[in-house]
């Protein structure tokens, strides 16, 4: 299982950048000073220099805010300082109202966004992918995906109304 964070906004990175999250340390989010460089750094000052942590623990990923001046919420959602949080796919991450917005990924190849509800509302002329960016646009809706999301999506499309097997899937993603 391999963590992944994916940004929508906050300076200095653009939309659709993605921070792989290693499993062997905590990760720091925040803003960088000179005597501090934290392992994913923005450049709002409302943005604490120790603003939140990502760690790995018990198969799962978690995160903790430091304490931050402007806090951290996860879905809306106010994280209580010092406490940690389970951390799900898709799980959109925001900082300090919004200064930076994250959104949670995790590259294990069994742990997927579910498609299937994204299937069932496109229609060809009503959709567009968005390959160097892996996104996909429904009607006004924009949806961000992992690779490995995009590639399964663009199969399933190349394959429409055709049945696709797990291991085609796999195949695909590894080719």
């Known amino acids: 299982m391999n963590g992944m964070l994916i940004i929508r906004n906050g300076a200095p990175f653009y939309e659709g950048a993605s921070v792989p999250i290693p499993k062997d340390k905590a990760c720091i989010i925040g803003r960088s000073s000179e005597e501090w460089e934290p392992y994913l750094a923005f450049q709002s000052a409302y943005i604490s220099r120790k603003h939140f942590e990502v760690t790995y623990e018990s198969n799962a990923f978690f995160i903790t805010d430091l304490f931050s001046k402007h806090g951290t919420k996860v879905n809306g959602e ?98």
């Open 78 to 175: 106010e994280l209580q300082p010092g406490t940690p949080r389970l951390l799900k796919e898709q799980d959109v991450i925001t900082l300090a109202n919004e200064e930076a917005a994250l959104v949670f990924r995790n590259d294990d190849m069994d742990a997927t966004l579910d498609l299937g509800p994204l299937l069932k509302q496109i229609n060809k002329p009503f959709y567009t992918l968005d390959p160097i960016l892996q996104k996909v646009k429904i009607k006004e809706e924009t949806y961000i995906l992992s690779d490995k999301e995009y590639a399964c999506l663009a199969y399933l499309l190349e394959y429409n109304n055709q049945f696709v097997s797990k291991e085609a899937l796999k195949k695909k993603r590894l080719a």
